[in-house]
């Protein structure tokens, strides 16, 4: 058996979304590049299996911002590791942006601005937040401005709603803030909308400077200076303090921090491409050779260059443009305009900014114009032209491999949107079986999974695989077979490409409000960042419990049919019963007979009561029928008729009916259906008609002497 190999855990509160997607696609990154495992839970420390769930698999946690309940992952032993906030609770490290040199940087540019009157908005919730704040309150006091709380707006949250709160509140001081820094680039985004739809110019009334760098940021109008942080950066670093823990390096707790750049567009009113240029115009680049290289590095590098760095570690193919720009004022011949357009793609891939990439073009045209200058070169039309053409062929090229990368990302997010909707037909429309068998994930790009129902939910310590899924043929649990949660999904069965290669695993709590269902094991690549925070794992997700839930009503509701089955063919087979034994006939003494009846009376029955009746006083000659109601259910209309009926004919024949368990109900019920049963003698029970039969009440026909029956029930005829 092949020893299992090094596995980091991730618990994530959400798996989608520029900052989530982005940590995880570097802790990934760097995990592929060392030839580990990827375990991804959406879940958080709090949730009750974290601290268990795939523990047998896991070798080091990494806690992605939220850290409730993080004691409990701690007192389970092993390294641990946070993302974007401490927890001094769990004594462990924490990858951190470097958010004090961040927040200086932007408030210190400010102030050289001239500006005084600097507001801060974010959401104080948020440990980064907090910290940012308490670099902007030191940057002011060294700068020898006093802090003024109240220029400090609280957001609600981390997003544009958040920006655009705080600026109802700013607009209010409008003319005493000059400038606002923002903890985050979707609070300032929402700043900045907000404030431009009240009439206020950004950054001529007001300069706005975020934090993270987004790239809404460079789309923007203005575009919004910020300060960069790269969260797959904090995923690499997370898993570097990971893996130094599990290699036996002592590492202490507490922030480690990921650098920050200062990232300077109009908001905060530069232009810093221009000021880019203007600062190598200065630069002695005769040569046109590593020093314009690097500058074109710069431009596009989310990163300084560091000294010593050759630019083409960054960009190998700003040596093909440099070589294509030194043979266009040459005369020399062009390098291959295919060696061109793969250099584009280089660029576009270092960063999607237009006004960067078109600053490279600048760039090369300004260098040219200072050469020529130097050089007192000012009569060569024909390497004037022959500049001009290549500049316009790498501007072109540059347009054409960012429209590559907007097309395939465009194309991307349509492969989504159908495997999404292909998903939720098969999961809202698809049999139990269906769902179960995990055949929808045919229209996703996952390569393996396997679902786990809790044995029992309300201990959620073993689950049973009810449902496998493998498209690359690799072994799967067998169905109905039972793993403690520590296990799952089961490591010796995962597929070798989850092991250094393109794919990662990814454990999906099932739950509604109503129920845990148990656990999806997928294994697939990483998701497509996209702007939200929910994006198709979460989505299947939540189908798959929607799913679950209505096959567990629509199970309930077959269970209670089948048992209203079964009453209705038990009520059948007794009605079944009373009408087998029919209108029984039980002479009680000379001349009374006792006819009790039990069921509905339907029209049918009714006859044969007639027809019993009838029949029994002429063959017994009785003067008195008791008719013994006790046993019907229910008196309407119809049964009084049939009542009323049998009365009248046992009448002519000389006897009269005394009607046996008229209940108060029974009798309400008849005054309410305004029923007259006329001069139809009733009693309550047959022990009351006993005893006036005994006292020889009831032996007299019609008209007869003897005691009054009980009040009859319904109208009263004719007039007091």
């Known amino acids: 058996m092949h020893p299992r190999p090094t596995t980091i855990g991730v618990l994530t509160p959400f798996l989608d979304g520029f900052y989530f997607n982005a940590v995880v696609r570097g802790i990934h990154e760097a995990v592929q590049q060392r030839g580990h495992r990827l375990v991804v839970v959406r879940a958080t420390p709090e949730h009750v299996e974290a601290p268990s769930l795939a523990r047998d698999l896991v070798d080091g946690w990494i806690v992605v911002l939220t850290t409730d309940g993080i004691e409990r992952l701690a007192r389970a032993g092993g390294p641990l590791v946070t993302v974007s906030t401490c927890a001094p609770e769990a004594g462990c490290p924490a990858a951190m942006p470097d958010n004090d040199a961040g927040i200086r940087s932007a408030v210190s540019h400010l102030i050289e601005h001239g500006h005084r009157r600097i507001a801060f908005v974010g959401c104080l919730e948020q440990e980064d937040i907090r910290a940012r704040l308490e670099g902007y309150k030191a940057t002011l006091a060294e700068r020898g401005i006093p802090f003024d709380p109240g220029l400090v707006f609280e957001a609600a949250n981390n997003w544009l709603s958040g920006g655009q709160d705080a600026a109802a509140a700013m607009l209010a001081r409008r003319g005493d803030i000059t400038a606002a820094v923002a903890g985050t680039d979707k609070n300032a985004l929402g700043l900045m909308s907000a404030l431009q739809a009240a009439g206020c110019r950004v950054p001529e009334d007001l300069a706005v400077i975020g934090f993270d760098d987004i790239a809404e940021a460079q789309w923007a109008a203005p575009p919004l200076t910020t300060v960069r942080q790269r969260f797959d950066g904090l995923g690499r670093l997370a898993c570097e303090l990971v893996l130094a823990q599990l290699a036996g390096e002592v590492v202490p707790p507490g922030p480690a921090l990921a650098p920050t750049t200062f990232v300077q567009r109009r908001s905060c009113g530069c232009n810093a491409l221009q000021g880019f240029l203007r600062a190598g115009d200065a630069a002695h680049d005769d040569d046109l050779g590593d020093l314009l290289a690097r500058q074109m590095v710069a431009l596009l590098s989310p990163h300084p260059l560091p000294p010593g ?412």
């Open 309 to 720: 760095t050759p630019p083409g570690s960054v960009w190998p193919g700003v040596t093909r443009v440099i070589e294509g720009f030194t043979a266009a004022i040459e005369g020399a011949a062009p390098p291959p305009a295919a060696g061109i357009d793969d250099a584009c793609q280089q660029a576009v891939r270092l960063t999607p900014d237009v006004e960067s990439l078109m600053g490279t073009v600048r760039l090369l045209g300004r260098a040219f114009r200072r050469r020529r200058a130097r050089r007192g070169e000012g009569g060569d039309g024909a390497a004037e032209d022959r500049v001009d053409e290549f500049l316009e062929q790498v501007r072109l090229s540059l347009m054409l491999a960012r429209l590559d990368a907007e097309r395939e990302f465009v194309g991307a997010l349509g492969e989504v949107v159908r495997s999404d909707h292909e998903v939720s037909l098969a999961l809202l429309g698809g049999t139990h079986e269906e769902l179960r068998s995990l055949s929808w994930l045919d229209a996703t790009s996952t390569i393996w999974s396997c679902l786990g129902l809790w044995e029992d939910p309300a201990t959620r310590e073993r689950l049973v695989i009810v449902g496998t899924y493998s498209r690359d043929g690799s072994p799967t649990p067998p169905i109905g077979s039972v793993v403690p949660r520590e296990a799952f999904p089961p490591a010796a069965l995962l597929p070798p490409s989850s092991v250094g290669g393109p794919y990662l695993v990814s454990l999906l709590p099932i739950r509604t409000l109503q129920r845990d269902w148990g656990i999806l094991a997928t294994v697939g690549p990483g998701s497509l960042e996209i702007a939200g925070d929910e994006g198709s794992v979460a989505i299947w997700g939540a189908l798959l419990s929607a799913a679950l839930e209505r096959d567990a009503l629509m199970q309930s509701l077959s269970e209670q049919h089948a048992s209203l089955q079964e009453a209705f063919e038990r009520e059948r087979a007794l009605s079944a019963a009373v009408r087998a034994l029919g209108c029984p006939l039980i002479p009680l003494v000379e001349g009374v007979l006792l006819v009790p009846l039990i069921g509905e009376l339907d029209g049918e029955r009714a006859r044969q009561v007639l027809e019993t009746v009838v029949e029994g006083v002429s063959r017994h000659g009785a003067r008195c029928v008791l008719l013994d109601i006790t046993g019907v259910p229910r008196v309407d209309a119809q049964v009084a008729h049939a009542l009323q009926q049998t009365h009248g004919a046992a009448g002519l024949l000389g006897a009269r009916v005394v009607l046996i368990g008229v209940r108060p109900e029974i009798a309400a019920r008849l005054v309410a259906l305004d029923i007259d049963l006329g001069d139809l003698a009733a009693h309550r029970a047959l022990s009351s008609a006993l005893d006036e039969l005994a006292r020889g009440g009831l032996r007299a026909g019609r008209g007869g002497a003897g005691a009054p029956p009980e009040p009859r029930p319904g109208r009263r005829r004719g007039r007091a």
